[in-house]
Structure formats: C-alpha cells, structure tokens
C-alpha cells in the first residue's frame, strides 16, 4: 500500500510501559471499606492516555520501512485505520526510532529531569519539606537528532516547565522538540536573550510598598481578622522594564522588554525572546 502527504502505514505493538509496570484500566472502581458495614464504590477514568495508548510502532511504508519506532500517543487516537491491525499516521509524530540504539526524528530531543537540592541553613537545616525538588526549567539532554544544538550531558533551560514525559524501556525521559529550548548551558539559542532586569527607584519604592501589604494581608488572614472598609490592594506592576543583555547578539545593550515574558533563571535574571523586546536598544544612538 502506497501513502502519500509525509503519512506512513503502521502497525501498533501492544505492550505498554506504566511507571511502575502496572496494567492501567481505562475505566476502573475503587472499593471503599472503612468498617464491617461499609461497601462503597468509586468509579473512575485513566484521564493519561500515555498510561493506556500503544506507543511503539512498526513503520510498513516510506523510506523508514521496517523500522520500529516510537511515536506521541495521541497517534493512536486519531490514526486511520485499514483494518485491524494497520493505521496511517503522520510521519511527524514519530519521536525516535528503536533499535540497538535511540535514533532521534528532526528537532527532537530526549533528556532527564534535573533535581535541586532544597534551601538549608548555615547549620545544614533543611528548609524544605522535601528532600529534593525538581527543577521545572532545566532539562539533562540524553539524546540528540543530527544537526542538533546541545550536545549529550548539557543542561538545557526550557521555554516553560510544561514538557512531554515519556517511559522507555523502563526509563522515564522528558522530549523536547528544538524550538523549545530557550538556552543550553546558560548561553540563550534560538532568537533569545540573557537578561537582567534593571530595577529603578519607582520600582524599589513599588516593591517596598507591596511587601508591607503582603504582611498586612498575612497578619489578618493568619488571625483571622478583616479590617471594615480597608483593602489591601498591591500596587500593580508596569507592563514593561528596563533590562541589560547579558548574553546574546545584543549583549551589553540595555532594551525595555515586556516584564515576567520568559523563564526567570535566579535572581533577576530572565530569558526572554526576542519577540518580548518592546525598545531595542537604549545605549546605541
């Protein structure tokens, strides 16, 4: 069977990976009993379709003919099928191929979740309630595809802390396509810029003022109380402010950017995107 439009004809394997190796039911009922006279019962759904839907495929046409592959699981939701056992799908949701090795598809990346150690005091006191925390940002890259941007082992900073996990052969990975990658080993790739924002004395002022409201708000909520007839408003912040390069292909300019549009990487320092840049330079004429 011939497929055309970058589709390929598939077929599903059947086996599933779970974190813990457990079947998962799509549908399923929890039976509560507390004491001799209880018998409730609680009906549920697997919201996850990664924990029930077939992610590994054999590819039966295109120039990957007989290769195994692992591909996004909403594939088998909105596949094609023509008969029982074969589905078309489109060739770009396939994520890697499967073999002796990983082959990474175009643009596409695998890596491990990056975890920090929690604050603690000078004396080694835990801050913390947990023991580690994982760092929504920061991506270990494990895999590459050709032509990449990261080399395996660099930490990776992404665009948001939203990203695709995924089990293979019982290691759980994040996948990240190129475009999300924001800064490799803290140097900004793919038109974006290292910033530090530059706060001026209205913005101390802001900020200062903001706090006492915030202890206000803490106080009364923490007491109880409520103050008839006074609100505890904080002061908004500006849509935009006044920032320095730190890396970049406008390195050393200070611009004005749109505030909070990026990834805070510690202190006041921000990857933005260039799209975020309401004035582009201030220190050139």
């Not at 697997?46 to 592959?69: C, F, M, W, Y």
Request: aromatic residues 8%; proline residues 4%; glycine residues 8%.
């Amino acid at each position: 069977m011939k497929v055309l439009h970058n589709r390929i004809l598939v077929r599903f394997h059947e086996d599933i990976e779970t974190p813990l190796g457990l079947v998962i039911p799509e549908r399923y009922a929890v039976h509560v009993q507390q004491n001799e006279d209880d018998n409730e019962t609680r009906k549920g759904v697997t919201t996850d379709r990664r924990l029930i839907n077939p992610q590994k495929v054999t590819i039966l046409s295109g120039k990957h003919e007989g290769r195994d592959a692992f591909v996004y699981y909403g594939a088998y939701e909105i596949a094609k099928w023509v008969d029982d056992e074969r589905a078309i799908i489109d060739e770009a949701l396939i994520y890697f191929f499967i073999g002796d090795t990983i082959e990474m598809a175009e643009n596409t990346y695998l890596g491990y979740e990056v975890f920090v150690e929690p604050e603690k005091t000078p004396a080694g006191i835990i801050l913390s309630t947990t023991i580690e925390e994982k760092d929504k940002i920061s991506i270990r890259i494990s895999h590459i595809p050709e032509n990449s941007i990261a080399n395996i082992g660099d930490l990776v900073t992404t665009i948001d802390g939203n990203q695709y996990w995924l089990i293979y052969n019982g290691q759980r990975y994040i996948k990240l396509r190129e475009s999300e990658i924001a800064a490799v080993n803290g140097n900004p790739v793919n038109e974006n810029l290292l910033v530090e924002y530059i706060y001026g004395k209205d913005d101390e002022e802001r900020m200062e003022k903001n706090q006492e409201i915030y202890n206000h708000i803490d106080f009364c909520r923490k007491h109880g109380w409520h103050i008839e007839g006074m609100e505890f408003k904080p002061v908004p912040e500006p849509k935009t402010i006044k920032a320095k390069v730190l890396k970049g292909d406008m390195e050393g300019e200070e611009i004005i950017v749109n505030r909070n549009f990026g990834v805070k990487v510690g202190g006041n320092k921000w990857i933005i995107s260039k799209e975020s840049v309401t004035l582009m330079t201030l220190t050139t004429p």
